[in-house]
């Protein structure tokens, strides 16, 4: 049978490499979120910069985890799944950057959905490694924050400054992920 994740190993090597990651997640997002949000009030050089390079950073720590997910068995398809939707999501908002903050919002919208879908179904077959659920609760939210960014690009209200709270919510949960996993790899040490 051929799914679209593959099933995920659940050693505590396989932890490690992903709490580090996570803790370089929610560092990037916060200084990213923090430097749209000083810039978001008009679409100019520094605010594309970041809109492209945002999309770009996901597609090098979804590499950094495919190599992890590798040699511990991991969700490889659903990690390829995210790169292609990361790298063609950076093309899409370098060329909707042209047209406006509405066409941003679209195809950043289109891209939470899409990459929380994934997130959402990739937590839930590592929820063995522990601090998952943090994992499964933002892709869903993802979602949802993406159907919002394509309505209010429908709007008069259309604003990058809801984006750079997105990619601060997101850092925090993976701030949590990271500091559960190590709670949970802790204990099965202590065990």
């Given at each position: 049978m051929d799914t679209l994740i593959d099933p995920v190993s659940t050693t505590p090597g396989a932890a490690a490499p992903l709490r580090k990651l996570y803790f370089l997640r929610f560092a990037f997002a916060a200084v990213w979120a923090g430097l749209l949000f000083a810039s978001a009030s008009e679409l100019?050089?520094?605010s594309v910069t970041l809109l492209v390079i945002y999309p770009l950073f996901d597609v090098?720590?979804?590499i950094v985890d495919v190599r992890s997910a590798k040699a511990n068995g991991g969700p490889l398809r659903g990690l390829y799944l995210n790169i292609a939707l990361s790298t063609l999501t950076g093309i899409g908002l370098a060329l909707a950057a042209t047209s406006g903050t509405s066409a941003v919002?679209?195809?950043?919208g289109a891209w939470a959905i899409t990459a929380g879908l994934v997130q959402l179904v990739v937590g839930a077959l590592r929820r063995g490694l522990g601090g998952q659920w943090a994992m499964i609760a933002s892709g869903a939210i993802s979602t949802l924050a993406g159907a919002s960014f394509i309505a209010q690009a429908g709007g008069d209200n259309a604003s990058l400054s809801s984006l750079a709270g997105y990619a601060f919510l997101g850092g925090v949960f993976f701030l949590v992920s990271a500091l559960r996993?190590?709670?949970?790899a802790k204990t099965a040490v202590a065990a």
């Amino acid at each position: 049978m051929d799914t679209l994740i593959d099933p995920v190993s659940t050693t505590p090597g396989a932890a490690a490499p992903l709490r580090k990651l996570y803790f370089l997640r929610f560092a990037f997002a916060a200084v990213w979120a923090g430097l749209l949000f000083a810039s978001a009030s008009e679409l100019g050089p520094l605010s594309v910069t970041l809109l492209v390079i945002y999309p770009l950073f996901d597609v090098a720590a979804a590499i950094v985890d495919v190599r992890s997910a590798k040699a511990n068995g991991g969700p490889l398809r659903g990690l390829y799944l995210n790169i292609a939707l990361s790298t063609l999501t950076g093309i899409g908002l370098a060329l909707a950057a042209t047209s406006g903050t509405s066409a941003v919002l679209r195809v950043w919208g289109a891209w939470a959905i899409t990459a929380g879908l994934v997130q959402l179904v990739v937590g839930a077959l590592r929820r063995g490694l522990g601090g998952q659920w943090a994992m499964i609760a933002s892709g869903a939210i993802s979602t949802l924050a993406g159907a919002s960014f394509i309505a209010q690009a429908g709007g008069d209200n259309a604003s990058l400054s809801s984006l750079a709270g997105y990619a601060f919510l997101g850092g925090v949960f993976f701030l949590v992920s990271a500091l559960r996993m190590t709670r949970t790899a802790k204990t099965a040490v202590a065990a």
